[in-house]
Antibody, heavy 121, light 106 residues
């Protein structure tokens, strides 16, 4: 069974950085990309970017360049997203999602349960 | 960037009834649209990809159709577990989600 495990919540001060994790299981970690999605309170979903665990290659939504950095640890099948220079605008739920390249395109087929990030002093 | 206009933002329906949600893209997305179900405290669940292809394990009560810029998603024979927020996603050019539709019981 494919599972993406995320920790529930992080509370961080403005100006600081945070590294959110997503541990994958139930499939070969390097066979799929890992994507990240932001959901601000009461709002829709925004794609942040993705990483190919095989090559460590990344793609970012222009909006999140400089804000988010995606990495992986293949030995533990864990993907990470670091967010820097945090402000209240970064308060949101962050999801990891498995990105698969299929005959009918590339889309997200499994999701983590989300990490709630609160930026507050 | 492709914009996705999803409507309605909310709707209420009766058990056993049928609901339809639409998404309109700002340009042709070549049928590259997926639909997700999202419940509080969980990650979104993929229901349909490439306009109308059901993900394995998804009941046939869920369906999708459309082409070009206009797409729709329907749930028939509504069941209590269908209460959730639904999102469309275009994946023709990068990724854009619709604003979501919150489905409630009448």
């Amino acid at each position: 069974e494919v599972q993406l495990q995320q920790f529930g919540a992080e509370l961080v001060k403005p100006g600081a950085s945070v590294k959110i994790s997503c541990k994958a299981s139930g499939y070969t970690f390097t066979d799929y990309n890992m994507d990240w999605v932001k959901q601000s309170h009461g709002k829709s979903l925004e794609w942040i970017g993705d990483i190919n665990p095989n090559y460590d290659s990344t793609n970012y939504n222009q909006k999140f360049k400089g804000k988010a950095t995606l990495t992986v640890d293949k030995s533990s099948s864990t993907a990470y997203m670091e967010l820097r220079s945090l402000t209240s605008e970064d308060t949101a739920v962050y999801y990891c999602a498995r990105g698969g390249r299929y005959d009918d395109g590339y889309y997200f087929d499994y999701w983590g349960q989300g990490t709630t990030l609160t930026v507050s002093s | 960037d492709i914009q996705m206009t999803q409507s309605p933002s909310s709707l209420s329906a009766s058990l056993g009834g049928k609901v339809t949600i639409t998404c309109k893209a700002s340009q042709d997305i070549n049928k590259y649209i997926a639909w997700y179900q999202h419940k509080p405290g969980k990650g979104p669940r993929l229901l349909i990809h490439y306009t109308s292809t059901l993900q394995p394990g998804i009941p046939s009560r869920f369906s999708g159709s459309g082409s070009g810029r206009d797409y729709s998603f329907s749930i028939s024979n509504l069941e209590p577990e269908d209460i959730a927020t639904y999102y469309c996603l275009q994946y023709d050019s990068l990724f854009t989600f619709g604003a979501g539709t919150k489905l409630e019981l009448k």
